[in-house]
């Protein structure tokens, strides 16, 4: 009796699973997965760079153009902090020439901050002040001027 319908199928080596090899294949994927989560997690953990050491006064340019100049207290995986801040505020001199003065966000700002933290996906470019700069003397004389609150 030739019953197509009810022939029993053909099975043939390539096709065939030999038993354990599914359970050999599900675990070698499984482990491959987990490892590339730690791996992507790892990444992720770690700060993303290292612009210097901690401790030294840093210029943090952000995404909307505002500078900040600040020691650096901590790098984290997604921000930056930084103490003893100050930007530089631009204005006009009684007899009308342009001027700049560096303002410290803690004695300054109405709230007076003691530390800022900046999201990192929010910084465009973080640098060194040098301690022989034009910034790094004007940050001195205002040290000098008056004591912090």
């Given at each position: 009796?030739?019953?197509?319908?009810?022939?029993?199928?053909?099975?043939?080596?390539?096709?065939?699973?030999?038993?354990?090899?599914?359970?050999?294949?599900?675990?070698?994927?499984?482990?491959?997965?987990?490892?590339?989560?730690?791996?992507?997690?790892?990444?992720q953990a770690g700060a993303p760079f290292a612009p210097g050491p901690l401790g030294v006064r840093y210029a943090v340019q952000l995404q909307?153009?505002?500078?900040?100049?600040?020691?650096?207290?901590?790098i984290g995986a997604r921000h930056v902090q930084m103490e003893d801040v100050y930007y530089v505020q631009p204005f006009t001199q009684p007899?009308?020439?342009?001027?700049?003065?560096?303002?410290?966000?803690?004695?300054?700002?109405?709230?007076?901050?003691?530390?800022?933290?900046?999201?990192?996906?929010?910084?465009?470019?973080?640098?060194?002040?040098?301690?022989?700069?034009?910034?790094?003397?004007?940050?001195?004389?205002?040290?000098?001027?008056?004591?912090?609150?």
């Amino acid at each position: 009796m030739n019953d197509p319908v009810h022939a029993a199928p053909i099975v043939t080596s390539s096709t065939a699973m030999r038993p354990g090899l599914g359970l050999l294949l599900g675990a070698i994927a499984t482990a491959a997965l987990v490892a590339l989560a730690v791996f992507t997690w790892r990444q992720q953990a770690g700060a993303p760079f290292a612009p210097g050491p901690l401790g030294v006064r840093y210029a943090v340019q952000l995404q909307n153009g505002q500078m900040f100049y600040g020691v650096l207290r901590e790098i984290g995986a997604r921000h930056v902090q930084m103490e003893d801040v100050y930007y530089v505020q631009p204005f006009t001199q009684p007899d009308g020439r342009q001027g700049n003065r560096v303002v410290n966000r803690q004695k300054n700002d109405w709230h007076g901050p003691q530390v800022l933290t900046v999201p990192l996906d929010k910084v465009v470019t973080i640098e060194t002040v040098g301690a022989t700069s034009q910034l790094a003397k004007l940050i001195e004389q205002d040290k000098a001027a008056a004591p912090a609150r």
